[in-house]
């Protein structure tokens, strides 16, 4: 772990490091997508992910941008559901659903409980509907919402990384326990839920990364989550690119989230997924930044191991992932 300078890292200096909102819409979800996931029973199949427009997530996390995409106070009742309907319209067969509203679906200021009846009306046909939470606000809401809904419900949650002293510099406001208790509460009730793992927070270099990322796969499972998904940490939110900057923080390498990829998979013990989005920002290499990410694609589908890509560029590389 790299030195650290020693200015504050809490909601005052987070914010003050942001840019400006984009403008939205409370009546529009402000995205929306289809894209190929491997369902927990093996088949491949579509999933819709609506991006819900509602008040700002109340945690400001170093590493977070979804505060971009939202709305400084709560949304009208009715407003949500509007958004899920017009986001439907467009997504014919798809069975599977991600709602996700850049916080935690169980935060009453983000979507009004007087909107979940509805909701689930609207999710009637679907087989999954998988939402996210922050692992502090998983309570008895989750299952009033859970009994409301004919479709089964999937909760995403962010753990980040289990290095103790990192997760509190992240200001998720979180302890390694505190998950643990959300996914051992969400497995006692019949929810699987799935966690975020970051690759190389700041303050890591690029071998540390890989560690603390394969050991918060470990932790996660052993928590009792049914699939992972490791994301590689990005600049862009005014902190991060403060802390890179400052030299804090550097953006993992693609290839490290392919070994990372591997040794997830490789445990056998759920789904695990590399986040696929925007990955030319974690590549030096334009000769195999394509066939790479088509690896990667292939593993999120296959879970399977693929073969390496060969490029000159990884040649003299040491290997630096977990044995297991
Ligand atoms: S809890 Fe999630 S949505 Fe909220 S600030 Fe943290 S990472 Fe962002
Ligand atoms: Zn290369």
């Not at 916080?103 to 999954?128: H, M, N, V």
């Not at 009994?147 to 998720?172: A, C, F, W």
């Not at 590549?283 to 394509?290: G, W």
Request: net charge negative.
């Amino acid at each position: 772990m790299s030195e650290s300078s020693d200015h504050l890292i809490d909601d005052r200096m987070i914010i003050s490091l942001r840019g400006n909102k984009n403008s939205v819409d409370p009546k529009m979800p402000y995205g929306w997508l289809v894209e190929k996931e491997r369902t927990s029973s093996g088949k491949i199949e579509e999933t819709g992910i609506i991006f819900l427009t509602n008040r700002e997530c109340p945690f400001h996390c170093l590493m977070c941008d979804l505060w971009k995409n939202t709305t400084d106070d709560t949304i009208a009742i009715g407003d949500i559901p509007r958004q899920i309907e017009w986001a439907l319209e467009k997504m014919t067969s798809v069975k599977h659903l991600k709602l996700y509203n850049s916080g935690s679906f169980f935060d009453k200021r983000a979507i009004p409980e007087e909107d979940y009846q509805e909701i689930a009306l609207l999710l009637k046909g679907f087989e999954t509907v998988i939402v996210e939470s922050h692992p502090r606000l998983i309570n008895e809401k989750c299952l009033k919402f859970r009994d409301m809904l004919e479709p089964e419900l999937q909760i995403s949650m962010g753990l980040e990384t289990v290095h103790p002293e990192i997760l509190r510099k992240l200001n998720k406001q979180m302890s390694v326990e505190d998950f643990a208790k959300a996914a051992s509460f969400l497995k006692s009730q019949g929810i699987p839920s799935r966690a975020f793992i970051l690759l190389r927070p700041p303050w890591l270099n690029e071998s540390e990364g890989i560690l603390w990322a394969e050991s918060s796969i470990d932790f996660a499972f052993n928590a009792g989550v049914e699939c992972c998904t490791v994301i590689p940490v990005r600049a862009g939110n005014g902190a991060m690119d403060f802390l890179m900057n400052n030299g804090e923080f550097t953006p993992p390498d693609i290839h490290s989230l392919e070994m990372v990829l591997e040794y997830g998979i490789g445990l056998k013990k759920g789904r695990v997924f590399a986040d696929t989005w925007d990955l030319r920002l974690f590549s030096k290499c334009e000769k195999c930044l394509d066939k790479r990410t088509s690896r990667l694609i292939e593993m999120n589908l296959t879970q399977q191991i693929v073969p390496e890509v060969e490029c000159e560029c990884t040649k003299h590389q040491a290997p630096c992932t977990k044995q297991l």
